[in-house]
């Protein structure tokens, strides 16, 4: 896997890919919302969202967090790093997770990695791999939308997943 890389502002709406092999060390830290993704498991979910916190020894636990009908719901699982950086093995907690390791990638984020964050999901015998846009607020403002598509259909590995992205729910009072 390539290192992931930041994106730089380069005039108004546009962004240009910095290769980098660090992310910022506080990149994932704190709660991020699933904004646009490609993923269908979001279309049945609303609110989605996932709270990175580092642990002891490099490892990162991971709540991914969404309601169905008014109700909560809570992944919880660990990031393991992995050889190339910004990738990760997820593993859940639950014996019905633990069974269905995920492998993820951060492949851009801001170049403060403060507003917003790319991933790229490998597939698993669950779920097809696809792509998040994840910020910390819940909405994407729209020239950051356009600037991450302008410079992720340069990305061969991102360019399939871009026709695809749609935004989830949010309520507004979240």
């Known amino acids: 896997m390539p290192s992931p890389f930041l994106l730089f502002p380069d005039g108004p709406g546009r962004l240009s890919p910095v290769e980098t092999d660090t992310l910022p060390p ?19 979910l609303d609110n989605p969202s996932i709270t990175y916190a580092p642990l002891p020894g490099g490892q990162v636990s991971d709540t991914v967090r969404a309601t169905r009908r008014g109700r909560e719901r809570l992944i919880c699982g660990l990031d393991t790093p992995l050889s190339t950086p910004g990738a990760f093995e997820w593993r859940g907690v639950t014996p019905l997770t633990r069974l269905a390791p995920s492998r993820w990638e951060v492949l851009a984020c801001d170049p403060a990695g403060a507003r917003w964050l790319v991933t790229l999901f490998a597939a698993t015998p669950f779920t097809p791999a696809g792509l998040d846009f994840c910020t910390r607020e819940p909405w994407l403002l729209p020239d950051d939308e356009l600037a991450l598509h302008r410079a992720l259909a340069g990305v061969e590995r991102a360019a399939p997943y871009l026709p695809r992205l749609f935004a989830p729910r949010h309520d507004a009072a979240r």
């Open 26 to 44: 506080t990149a994932l830290n704190g709660t991020w919302f699933v904004t646009r993704t490609s993923l269908p498991l979001w279309r049945a």
